[in-house]
């Protein structure tokens, strides 16, 4: 394919006024023929659904307000002016995991905190992510002993930042990539990103109840927890 | 701080009060006294210390002797406000055996530190209002910081070693 730069008609602002005044005419019902069909060519832009909705999410995250340990001073760092989120449209930190779709865990995950971020992970709609940031949630960093354990072994992780802590710039880009992986991929629920569509999540309970029997008084089925995709 | 002798002195002020069994020996060191007791007597031993003036309980440690017997320690680190002055209170229980009497009706501080210990290390303090786990889940087996429970925890995925853990991840 060919490309070719041409100047834009005349002088910028000519051109933008005759774009204007042809769209009034459009809108008034004036416009027919060929004259319709260059306006239509020149003001369309196509793409897919998946890609504009995409586009939309990548530019607006909405990350958890949910900090850790000494990483979280980090995080809070890049709403900053020095490299500001805001550019990307990650500024605004929800209070709520039900209106977050990014997860960012900032700090070491002791085994008493998993099931509390995982429930938070859970809490959060599709779509969502989560970055591992710093070398504790990703790996357990110096405390490599009974007390931590790394995020990828109770919930999906999207990225990992290292560093001890990470400094601002290189969480940044760990949500530059994570913007660019949803920009790229078309969206997929996290049960095909990691391998678990047709799966449900329960606990393992004496309590469970019948699910039929729980539907007659209208009690959702038993332990169960999550719904099959 | 007491100095060598002023420890003595302690000392012996404790045998006398609560018999010569009471007291095991005294260690001076690095200009720290430290008096070692048998468990059974610590309430008593603690409460004449306070009437000497050391009426702060600055904190109760555990340790683990491993592989001496008796195996595990606790100590009380006793602070006097007025002279500025510091005295260590220490026992040792067996491993078979390691209840202590605990504290924490007279010192309310010692509760959570009791707690720690006997999540930590194993050691039963008697009469504990609510001897629970404090830092590790409820469920946990074991007492991670024992000389003798293992180091290492869970695999980590690098990229050197990833062939050996195929579905980390899922």
Known sequence: MEVTRRQLGAGGMEEFRSRQLTARQMLQGDLEGPALDQHVEDSILTTTLDRAANWARANAMFPATFGLACCAIEMMSIVGARVDVARFGGEAFRASPRQADLLILSGRISIKMAPVVRRIYDQMIEPRWAIAMGACSSSMGVFNNYAIVPADKFMP???????????????????????????????LSWRTRY??????????????????AGHAVGISGGGRMGTSA | MPDATGLELIAQDLRAAHGDDAVLGTLFFRDKAAVDIAPARVRETLESLRERGFSFLASVHGLDYYPEEPRLGVQYELLDMYEVDRITVRLRVPLDAPTVPSVTPQWPTADHQEREVYDMFGVIFEGHPDLRRILMPEDYEGHPQRRDFPIGGEPVLFTHNEPRFPRYSQ
């Open chain 1, 157 to 187: 992780v999207d990225v990992h930042v290292p560093g001890c802590p990470p400094r601002p710039e290189a969480l940044m880009h760990g949500i530059l990539r994570l913007r660019a992986m949803i920009l790229a991929k078309p969206d």
């Open chain 1, 195 to 212: 391998g678990g569509r047709g799966t449900e999540e329960f606990i393992e309970s004496e309590l469970a109840i019948d699910p039929v």
